[in-house]
């Protein structure tokens, strides 16, 4: 059972730095490909990161590659986004999302529609 929730946002002037967590309070992570996501008032959802269910690999999106690093501890049943140099233009809503597997290693990390799982999102306020 997948039950996900996203606990560290607030709020942060920028430069600073955050980190958000990811708890599957419905048991564990292990064999899930995991993946954050971030959504701006008035924008669509956009990928931010994500990390391979044998945590091998990471991807990461344009604006977040440098500044942010995603991880995961599958025996604390978490995973995180550690964000740093954090700017205005980072003010969104994030979500965690994940999924059963990887599509025998061709998962599309930042496809929204691949992922079974989300969060209820966190708020990440960045002020100027």
């Known amino acids: 059972q997948v039950h996900l929730e996203e606990s560290g946002g607030g709020l942060v002037q920028a430069g600073g730095s955050l980190r958000l967590s990811c708890l599957n309070s419905g048991g564990t992570l292990s064999g899930y490909s995991m993946a954050w996501f971030r959504q701006a008032p008035g924008k669509s959802r956009q990928f931010v990161a994500g990390?391979?269910?044998?945590?091998?690999?990471?991807y990461y999106s344009d604006y977040a590659a440098g500044r942010f690093t995603v991880s995961r501890d599958d025996n604390k049943n978490r995973g995180y986004l550690q964000m740093d140099s954090l700017e205005a233009e980072d003010t969104a809503v994030y979500y965690c999302a994940a999924t059963y597997g990887d599509n025998y290693g061709d998962l599309n990390y930042g496809d929204l529609d691949v992922y079974d799982y989300w969060g209820q999102g966190t708020q990440v306020t960045v002020s100027a």
């Open positions: 990390v391979t269910l044998d945590d091998r690999r990471r």
